[in-house]
């Protein structure tokens, strides 16, 4: 959908004093483009989340752990000391696993939960089915390694990814977001939000921050895509929170886009993974710095030096379908 808008540039607006830095959530970013959560990275390289988590630092942003991940809380946090680290969250039916993934991440220095909240149910991934996906029998979902919950982990006729889903509770609701604020000093992020309405009502209660997002278009069909929900996110948070989005950035010019738009920063997860899969950390970095560098340019050629926010008035709609 982002072929859909078309930035109007200005000329003759001096951008010499241009910088695509920013600040979000208190911390300084090289550039408004951060590292969505994935799963599984082990599959893409063998150093996974570890040589992500490393890349990002380099890079100067935010790397984003899953739950489902194949290196541990505590690996990622010792192998990127220096990097800005958040640790996405699903709640469980026992809160007790729930309250061991806050005491962790706390203790291993994480800077915001980012609780995802569109996972009522696993959506139905044909791939997935047709591909008969499982976890490779050599890696395990680390963070679920060693503790009571270890279970998930165990080569029967499920696989992992089956027994988390079974863990997760379809009856999650604005009083259970309540509690995990009350249950962590970490800022609380809902990912998943792609209603003015829901956005709202998160900034109400508090949340530090919401990401439009759509879990990569693999949860429910014929959802809007999150360039196009994003602005009535925008509209009703009413500045509250901080709004991100996450999901179909492919170039510098969607990062542009989504500023337009409100957005204050984005977050990617299949180019991440790309850059992993080509070279591992330096081939992360590398994804980073192009899409930094598009980025860049496009501010210099639409005629705008950020600052950080870039108003509406740079892009306008185009109808036509490719």
Request: with cysteine; glycine share 8%.
């Amino acid at each position: 959908m982002f072929f859909r808008l078309r930035i109007r540039p200005r000329m003759l607006r001096n951008v010499s004093g241009r910088n695509t830095g920013c600040r979000v959530m208190g911390c300084e970013l090289s550039a408004p483009i951060g590292v969505s959560p994935t799963a599984m990275q082990k599959m893409a390289h063998p150093d996974g989340e570890v040589a992500n988590a490393r890349a990002v630092g380099k890079f100067g942003s935010i790397f984003t752990l899953s739950t489902l991940s194949t290196s541990s809380i505590e690996e990622v946090a010792a192998a990127a000391p220096d990097t800005i680290k958040w640790f996405q969250l699903y709640v469980y039916k026992q809160r007790d696993i729930t309250r061991d993934f806050l005491t962790r991440v706390e203790k291993a220095g994480f800077k915001a939960i980012v609780l995802t909240i569109d996972t009522a149910a696993f959506g139905k991934r044909y791939a997935d089915v047709r591909n008969q996906f499982k976890l490779p029998p050599s890696l395990k979902l680390a963070n679920f390694e060693g503790n009571y919950s270890t279970a998930v982990n165990q080569s029967n006729s499920k696989s992992a990814l089956a027994n988390i889903s079974e863990l997760l509770d379809d009856s999650l609701n604005w009083d259970d977001v309540k509690w995990l604020m009350r249950s962590t000093r970490l800022p609380i992020v809902l990912k998943g939000v792609l209603t003015g309405e829901d956005a709202a009502m998160g900034a109400e209660l508090g949340v530090s921050g919401i990401i439009v997002s759509n879990h990569g278009a693999r949860q429910l069909d014929t959802v809007p895509a999150t360039i196009e929900a994003l602005r009535e996110v925008v509209r009703a948070v009413k500045g509250r929170c901080e709004v991100y989005l996450d999901g179909g950035v492919t170039y510098g010019t969607d990062v542009f886009k989504a500023l337009a738009l409100g957005a204050r920063m984005v977050f990617v997860g299949r180019p991440a993974i790309w850059g992993l899969t080509a070279g591992g950390e330096g081939g992360v970095k590398h994804v980073l710095d192009i899409l930094a560098d598009e980025f860049n340019t496009t501010l210099a050629l639409a005629g705008k030096s950020f600052d950080p926010l870039i108003p509406v008035s740079f892009y306008f709609w185009y109808t036509t379908k490719r």
